[in-house]
């Protein structure tokens, strides 16, 4: 964990970490509803209970900084300044959404932010991310990538080659393990057999930390430590992030098969209370003010959600549109 | 004999449960399929009857879990893999096209072994959730591929993919699974691979087809047949590799008029394969030029309004079979 | 202007030196072209001329390898990715399948990468060295798929090839890299993808092809001209998607009399496509059913004997253009 | 290192693990000499320098016990019974050879020896032998696996998935590194980062193992403890072997890229010379029955030749035959 104090960092950072947790959560909330009440066509994949991951990295990065985000990373898209308008496009599979229309849910990205859409295929997007900040740096400028990826997708071919690849070219990528227990319906202990993943990073002749997922302020602290380090020092680390899956894979799963004493043992780690009651301590945002935010954002959600109602889906004359690319 | 009614999906765990039954060298794994019973539930409860021993979940690693299964088939195991989807067997092409499929050919070894791949759209699974990738299982030398569409076909077929000394991709179509129920007996036999049959006779054109398709060209058969008197024969192709040119070509006499349909792409899809059979085999019995009717060559989109203007159906099959009539 | 002698593997060395100089975003890299210069020397001294930076060696991981590529090509470098063989391209089909092919279509973002891929056998390569798998690419959706057959196509066409805004497989054959040479000037303009070319005037019968078979079509269109006063044209695709329709269809009409002729398996090879086109667009051109030679559907085998057998040749060309003439 | 003593085996074993690495160097020094003659079709890829690996591996294990051998791998074949007659009918593409002419040069194996033929593509075999060895103990035989692969091929996907596979499963292989410092042209600094391959063991959660690849003595007194450690508590081990190709990747590689030093210092440790001054010492094979073996090899590998040589190629009329198994 980083040496540096909660302190280091101003109040207005703090409350934007805040928000993009709270601003997650009430999107992905609204979705779940929409769900059950068979209003989404396809499926919805929250990151309910795992904000505090992609709110710290993604909100302690610098502007040339690129992403890969993955099924649970809805705090991403919004710690790098997508707005819940176009979340909801996307999810409403709406004209003017990031994909307008063409991918559906969690595969969206917005090149402006820094950020990929991810392919379904687990593991693939590690080695996009990687060439990309290896671009970038040719370019001349210091960007540092950032990849999440699932406790089950470390099993696939694709995690591996990308971090060996990332480590032989010293790029600068944080490999972020956010090991949620689950695979769809399958445990730890039936996808690997290392005490951690993070045991990993040697064999990869890399550094390994292992951080509290569900705490976005000492998250936070260590990714700012972390970022400034690779930016100066360009090399790859596996970060592995203790956090807990707190609904189905997907809004179609009844997670039964989760233990019960697991999601309570998390619940009561709840990211966002936690990172409310820490900054609330330190002075850093009252009570009262991150009770404001969480109004705001959850009267944004409703709007979000109405205009992204009201607009087009796509225009079936389009469908063979953009195939190619001209240029 | 008593009958039951079943659904695509169910017809599919019966096959697979009799095998697990009489044979005991039936194994079944993959992502999830274990007590979860698999993301579409087709192996729900064989873990729970036939013990973990024989049905369990695997790491996601598509390349081992094929590759085990070539070790499994060639020890006098039969070994079958589940991929989640079949887009996702795309991480582990070299284990079929450059594996299993050479292996007999080259060292006189059996490899008995099923992949089953859920495949298919018409449910919002956007780009990588929805493929149909059969003519790239076709290329593959040493493979057979199966793609049933009725329950009694995907129950028999099951049971010889299986049961068959070679590597079989068994083909599941997502939309059928619980769209299409069959009365039938609760017993079955075996159906042969490499049989195609004709599912409705006709003598005004024939369309040739397979998956999902079929039923959407039935339906479009029948609404011909009763607006305009055109009697349409159709054929479910039911094996792809090695395909059925016999009855292909009795029915291209029979109607000299053929219309070829599939879900997935046009350029170089299997419709590809069936044209040129027919440009060879049964030219001078052709009345008419030889059509396809497919996916246009883009990735599959997710919203409803695209993906049905992507998506071959019955009104798409109705209109191609009007002019090949009226040519 | 002066003109010098190149063997196609150097007519591919040149177009790749001149895109290095021209084109600072462009990279050259994969397993082993470094100083050694690649498993078949097309890169040699190009890592001298141009340094690490810009030509360079990467770990045997294919699916990193182009997952970077198409991370750097979104972020405006123009990446050039060997394959030792195409063959080992199969362990990462979901890279270029899901990723690099729908990335424009579903994001926007132009992906302009190239991947070189070696081909084709008939020098004792064996099953794992000597594939043609050009239908599997040719599916793709968003790939461009580019096959030369002479130096100076091969030098045009990897220009353009790199310079394309999208993703394109541009295949090489591994015959054809010494055993063919060409007459041509120092300099050149790139050859537009996309358009087929007439390498011999005929009216008696068009043979369609492309690769190291254009080389065998040739001679068996020479000798039947010598011993049967029998004129066959024939047609180089040159790019295989999108391809060329309106010259095929063209030399449908000239010739009323089609052979397609490809190295690779038979069954949904790309020769179905090509058949499929004529069937439906130039059915009441034909005076005879269109035929195919291709490989039989067998893994490409080592011996002599049998790999003679296996290949497509002049002979086999002669012999079917013979029957089909004389139909 | 294993604490038995090279006394707690028979002369006869140890005769035999000589007798192999001789063997192999003799039938690999005539195919060196026969592929620059020109008397060999296609590539010719040596073990010389490896020999001690395959030889005290395979010459250690049980009769169930089951090898995935590479590239280098010729001990393991000859150590489990294959006769040189058997390896030059492979080379020389004979009918009556293991592959009957289908596959080439390294692509061999033998079921009754429990050696998988490898393919190609660097990795897949991996996991082929994991399931093999899990089929083989579902049947109640207490097989154990050795799978080879080299220091390149760690950076494939495939090396990944197999090993964590086998980890989850607890199947009882051994997975050897060899690492001989290169991968082709590409050294172990451009491959890897870790400091040593066998730190990917932790990652695992699995043991892992240095040995001296040159030291056959010592090796197979490792391997005997190994392998009956792992056949009664069944588990995965990674085993690196410090050793150096000394020659280039295939002898059309003239390893200019290799420094002089190190095959001078690999050269001062050569397998065999070490095997036979150790066993010597210690009074189990005298310099004699060494020279003897020696004698006895040559005039074995000039008889195997000359018999294969002898013996017909496959008839290009069996080409069709077998690419599917009847049963
Ligand atoms: C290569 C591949 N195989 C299978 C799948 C199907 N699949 C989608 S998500 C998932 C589980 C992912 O688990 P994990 O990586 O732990 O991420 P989490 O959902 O827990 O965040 C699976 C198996 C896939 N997307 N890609
Ligand atoms: C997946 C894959 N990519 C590329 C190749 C081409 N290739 C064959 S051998 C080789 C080098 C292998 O090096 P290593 O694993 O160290 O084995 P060694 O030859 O040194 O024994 C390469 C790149 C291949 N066979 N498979
Ligand atoms: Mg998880
Ligand atoms: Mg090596």
Sequence with gaps: MSERKIESVDDGRWKAVLRCMMLSRAIEERLVRLYHQGRIFGGVYTGIGQEAIGAATSLAAGPSDLFAPCIRNMTVHLGRGETSLNVFRQYLGRASGPTRGRDGNVHYGCTANGVYAM?????????????????????????????????????????????????????????????????YSTPNAEQFRCKQLVDRAQGYGIEGLCADGNDAVELFLLAQDLMSDIRQKPRPILLECDTMRMRGHGEHDDFSYVPRELLEKYAARDPIAQARSRLAEAGLVAKAAADDIELQVRSEVDQAYQQALEEPVPDPADLMEGVYADR | MPTVEMTYLEAIRQGLRRLLQERNEVLLYGEDVGAFGGAFKVTLGLQEEFGKDRVFNTPISESAMIGAAIGMATQGLRPVVELQFVDFGMTAVHQLLNNAGPTHYRT???????????????????PFHSEELESLFCLMPGLKVVYPAFPSDARGLIYSAVMDPNPVIYLENKYLYRHVKEVMSDRFDPIPLGLARICRPGRDAVVLTYGAMVHEALRAAERLSAEKHYEIMVVDMRTLKPYDAETVIAAVTATNRVLIVHEGWRTCGFGAELAALVAERAFHLLDAPIRRVAAPDVPVPFAPSLEKAYRPDADKIGEALVELIEY
């Design chain 2, 108 to 126: 006189g070894l059996s490899v008995p072994l099923t992949i089953r791949a859920p495949c298919g759209g018409g449910f919002g699974g956007g």
């Design chain 1, 119 to 183: 392919i379904s295929h687990l593991g693939a997007m590690l080695s996009v991310v990687t060439g990309a900040v290896m671009a970038r740096r040719r370019q001349g400028r210091d960007a540092v990538g950032v990849a999440y990826i699932g406790d089950g997708a470390t099993s696939t071919g694709d995690f591996h080659e990308a971090v060996n690849f990332a480590a032989v070219f010293d790029v600068p990528v944080i490999f972020l393990i956010e090991n949620n227990k689950f695979a």
